[in-house]
């Protein structure tokens, strides 16, 4: 299973884009689980987790909220800003999968 975090500022606007990329998963048949938390949360959550993307509003936190989830091995990398506005849940799919690859 894979386990993908997304972080914005509220957990909001990613929410959509959650659901896009669960449906593309379905179609795949992938096993995921993906989820969307305000960056307040990110400390208590992202060690669940494979992979955290962030969402463009909250990209100036990269530096700092990379250098907590290396002590678990985790990577985070910011969402494309195209791929999140137009909301293309496929490529934001595939590039979570890329860098849990990359990880491991």
């Known amino acids: 299973m894979y386990k993908i975090m997304l972080c914005c500022s509220a957990g909001m606007s990613t929410s959509l884009l959650?659901?896009?990329m669960e449906e593309v998963a379905a179609?795949?048949?992938l096993?995921?689980?993906i989820d969307a938390y305000g960056v307040?949360?990110?400390?208590?959550?992202f060690?669940?987790?494979?992979?955290?993307?962030?969402g463009p509003q909250v990209k100036y936190m990269l530096k700092t909220l990379s250098e907590k989830a290396a002590t678990h091995g985790i990577p985070v990398q910011a969402i494309d800003?195209?791929?999140y506005g137009m909301?293309?849940?496929d490529k934001v799919l595939d590039y979570a999968?890329?860098?849990?690859e990359a990880a491991h």
């Not at 999968?97 to 849990?100: G, R």
Request: proline fraction near 6%; avoid cysteine.
């Open 27 to 29: 179609q795949r048949a």
């Open 97 to 100: 999968l890329s860098l849990i």
């Open 87 to 89: 909301q293309r849940g």
């Open 81 to 83: 800003m195209m791929d």
């Open 40 to 45: 307040s949360e990110f400390d208590m959550q």
């Open 31 to 33: 096993p995921v689980k």
């Open 47 to 54: 060690p669940q987790y494979q992979v955290v993307l962030l």
């Open 18 to 20: 959650v659901r896009k």
